[in-house]
């Protein structure tokens, strides 16, 4: 042990002084630095050099007023925000959020899990968060169009294909990435893959929308694997309904797996005999396009709505949650372990408490960290940037191949740093992983 070795406890302390009332953020960091602070002090060239400190602070962090007219001509200001985390080991890159509930905490706590997330993609990647605090359900299509192209004209002061690439995250999809990336090519009067998940007519690249939720499927299907099993005939909850949980459905169901909920903000649905394809297809035009809500499956299909629940009481073998942050309290995962889940996926960015965490992790089933099982989204979006760059355009299938390549690598890599008495710790492994690479980017640099 180092003689300058620090404990987590140290560390935290100064990190909650120094970001006062950030819970979302300081849950963020304590995760990760469970692992790091031991690592670190074991290679005390981190320490040397404050890499931990440097880590956790933001590059810069830019917020703007978004003023934007409703239908009735009345004004609104929202907030915008993007926070440039670091981009040691390449631009800066990261979705957008929009959503009521968008904070300097929840984007703190985002751009920090991207740092791990995008070195894990192997890809030349370094990482931001950003959003605002608008609330698309129920604007008209104008008024949504209004917001974004007022959101750009800011934003497009602070990104560009080599400095900051969007993309999207709750709230924000190909819809709201096309009227942003068409305000941006006005405003620079240049055609150039500054926002990734755009349309495919326009520089967006073939599995972005379908790649976070089958990556998520697939890193599932690599830990049964290295377990000897498979994701066939295994029952499946998931939680929202969404861009994310509706692509690790498809892929779920596509590799034999029964899926029986899916939920949105106001409720589950429990479909016993299964979502099929047919079912899937209806649950994806409902949300995309007719902007509608969950329930209006249950009435359809005459299954159980739980009005205000969360799938995690639900018997099954397998977890998904694909919603949002803290979706999965203390209870909800003992709940989920007692009923016989032997494995969890997190499709959602830290969808897991920190006590939760500990109960599945003691209980010692398969457990997928965000940073891990949703690298898939952005991993597409680096290869988006690829195809911009030297102006082309890849198949579906050479897409599709690339990103299981990538999330098998991903798996590889949490093994190898995660393994111990016959237990392989992704957790543990995700965050030393992404580390590695980062950090020794920044020692590199020198102090920058
Ligand atoms: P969407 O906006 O497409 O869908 C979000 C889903 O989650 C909806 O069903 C929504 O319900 C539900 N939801 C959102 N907020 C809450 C809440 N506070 N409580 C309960 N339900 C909620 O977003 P995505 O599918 O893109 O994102 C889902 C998660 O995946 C997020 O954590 C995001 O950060 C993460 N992620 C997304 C990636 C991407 O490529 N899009 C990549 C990696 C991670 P409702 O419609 O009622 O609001
Ligand atoms: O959380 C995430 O990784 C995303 N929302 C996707 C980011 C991206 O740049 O594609």
Redesign the pocket.
Request: with cysteine; proline share 0%.
């Given at each position: 042990m180092a003689k300058e070795a620090i404990t987590l406890e140290e560390f935290m302390k100064g990190l909650r002084r120094r970001n006062p009332g950030e819970t979302e953020f300081h849950q963020a960091v304590k995760e990760v630095m469970t692992h790091l602070v031991p690592y670190a002090n074991e290679h005390p060239k981190y320490l040397r050099v404050k890499i931990l400190e440097r880590l956790t602070e933001p590059d810069r962090i830019i917020i703007f007023r978004v003023c934007w007219k409703d239908d009735k001509g009345q004004v609104r200001t929202n907030r915008g925000y993007r926070i440039q985390y670091n981009n040691c080991i390449g631009p800066y890159k990261g979705?957008l959020r929009f959503?009521p509930?968008v904070n300097l905490s929840i984007l703190k706590f985002?751009g920090f899990e991207q740092i791990f997330k995008n070195s894990l993609t192997s890809l030349p990647m370094g990482a931001a968060k950003g959003g605002a605090d608008f609330n698309p359900k129920g604007k008209s299509e104008d008024e949504v169009m209004r917001f974004c192209q007022s959101f750009m004209t800011e934003l497009a002061k602070h990104i560009g294909e080599n400095i900051d690439v969007p993309a999207?995250?709750?709230?924000v999809?190909t819809r709201e990435i096309s009227y942003m990336f068409g305000q941006y090519k006005r405003l620079t009067n240049e055609f150039t893959g500054a926002l990734t998940g755009k349309g495919l007519e326009f520089g967006g690249s073939e599995i972005r929308k379908e790649a976070?939720g089958f990556g998520c499927a697939y890193f599932m299907e690599e830990m049964l694997k290295y377990r000897g099993e498979s994701l066939r005939g295994k029952t499946c909850v998931l939680s929202?309904?969404?861009?994310?949980?509706q692509y690790t459905a498809l892929k779920l169901i596509q590799m034999g797996a029964k899926v029986i909920t899916m939920s949105?903000?106001?409720g589950f649905v429990h479909d016993p005999d299964g979502i099929n394809e047919e079912k899937l297809n209806y649950i994806m035009d409902l949300k995309n396009i007719k902007r509608g809500r969950i329930s209006q499956y249950a009435k359809k299909y005459k299954v159980d709505f739980h009005q205000g629940g969360k799938p995690w009481n639900i018997p099954c073998q397998l977890a998904f949650p694909?919603?949002?942050?803290n979706?999965i309290n203390v209870i909800d995962a003992k709940e989920l372990i007692q009923n016989g889940c032997s494995g969890i996926a997190e499709?959602?960015?830290m969808p897991t408490t920190i006590d939760a965490l500990e109960v599945l992790q003691n209980a010692k089933i398969l457990f997928a960290p965000?940073k891990a099982s949703?690298a898939g989204?952005?991993a597409v979006s680096g290869l988006e940037m690829t195809q911009n760059s030297i102006r082309m355009a890849w198949s579906h299938q050479e897409l599709e191949e690339r990103l299981r390549g990538i999330i098998a690598r991903i798996h590889e890599k949490c093994v190898i740093y995660g393994k111990g008495d016959g237990h392989v710790d992704y957790v543990k492994g995700a965050n030393i992983a992404g580390f590695v690479k980062v950090a020794d980017a920044m020692l590199a640099y020198g102090v920058v």
């Open positions: 979705g959503h509930s985002l999207g995250d709750i709230g999809g976070t929202g309904s969404g861009n994310v949980a949105d903000s106001s694909c919603a949002t942050q979706e499709g959602a960015n965000g949703n989204g952005v």
